[in-house]
């Protein structure tokens, strides 16, 4: 399957467990490898699985690498009706009410230009106890699962 994972990071996080998952996912399958501020809305192709992983900034807010793209998004006005994606989100519980926004508002600013999401959105808690990548390998196994299933390819 071709699979194109994107990032959105203010310290490098992301960024860091991107590069883990695409480790992770390559070996069987044909990974490609982006920072959002480098991605336009015309860059995506539906030939193409995205896993998104993104990290919360501020109050609630995208991280400085995915604002770019959000505001791209939002002016280009995309149909993105076949793209299919997957989100993975990290944040810090500690800030109880924002506590991953960013992911939520990305995965939203997607579906309302028409794209599909595979899987629940998961949220990684750095003040818990689990590793970022403990839950985030899992993760990108099962949504890659999913919709190879749904697009009839084999996973």
Not at 37 to 47: C, G, L
């Amino acid at each position: 399957m071709l699979i194109t994972i994107l990032y959105g990071t203010e310290t490098g996080n992301a960024e860091m467990l991107a590069e883990d998952i695409q480790s992770e996912v390559e070996t069987d399958h044909e990974v490609d490898l982006a920072n959002l501020a480098d991605f336009a809305p015309e860059d995506f192709s539906a030939d193409r699985f995205y896993l998104l992983v993104c990290s919360t900034y501020g109050d609630g807010d995208l991280p400085a690498s995915a604002q770019p793209f959000a505001e791209a998004v939002a002016t280009a006005k995309p149909n993105l009706s076949g793209i299919h994606f997957g989100i993975f989100g990290l944040g810090d519980s500690e800030y109880d009410e924002t506590f991953n926004h960013g992911p939520k508002k990305l995965a939203e600013l997607m579906i309302a230009h028409g794209a599909h999401q595979v899987g629940e959105r998961v949220a990684h808690d750095a003040s818990g106890s689990d590793l970022a990548e403990d839950l985030a390998f899992p993760w990108a196994e099962a949504v890659i699962a999913e919709v190879s299933q749904k697009l009839g390819e084999a996973a």
